[in-house]
Nanobody
Framework: QVQLVESGGGLVQAGGSLRLSCAAS??????MGWYRQAPGKQREWVAV???????NYADSVKGRFTISRDNAKNTVYLQMNSLKPEDTSTYYC??????????WGKGILVIVSS
C-alpha cells in the first residue's frame, strides 16, 4: 500500500521560511512533486523532481522554493523561502502515475501571515 506522509507545515510570517517533507512508502523511486490548494481555488502544481534529480517549478514559486529529495529515505522536501500571504494553502505531496490515478498525501496546511 502506497502512503505519502507530509510534515513541516504551520504558521509563519511573511518573508519567513518553512520546509515541508513527504515520506513515501510502499513504492520505489519515482518522480515526486508538490501541489497546493488555497481556499476556494483549484489545486495547482508547485514543483516536481524526477528520480534522477531534475527539477521544475511553477512560475509563482520559482526562485523562492526549492524541491529536493533523499532517495535513501524515499523522501521529498520543499524548502519555501520568502513566503508571501498568497502562498497560504494546503500543500499536497504527489507521485504521478502514467497509467492510473496519481498517489496523493493527505495534505498539510501552510499559513503565511502578513
Amino acid at each position: 500500500q502506497v502512503q505519502l506522509v507530509e510534515s513541516g507545515g504551520g504558521l509563519v510570517q511573511a518573508g519567513g521560511s518553512l520546509r515541508l517533507s513527504c515520506a513515501a512508502s510502499g513504492i520505489g523511486l519515482n518522480a515526486m512533486g508538490w501541489y497546493r490548494q488555497a481556499p476556494g481555488k483549484q489545486r495547482e502544481w508547485v514543483a516536481v523532481i524526477t528520480s534522477g534529480g531534475s527539477t521544475n517549478y511553477a512560475d509563482s514559486v520559482k526562485g523562492r522554493f526549492t524541491i529536493s529529495r533523499d532517495n535513501a529515505k524515499n523522501t521529498v522536501y520543499l524548502q519555501m523561502n520568502s513566503l508571501k500571504p498568497e502562498d497560504t494553502s494546503t500543500y499536497y505531496c504527489n507521485i504521478p502515475v502514467a497509467y492510473g490515478p496519481d498517489y496523493w498525501g493527505k495534505g498539510i496546511l501552510v499559513i503565511v501571515s502578513s
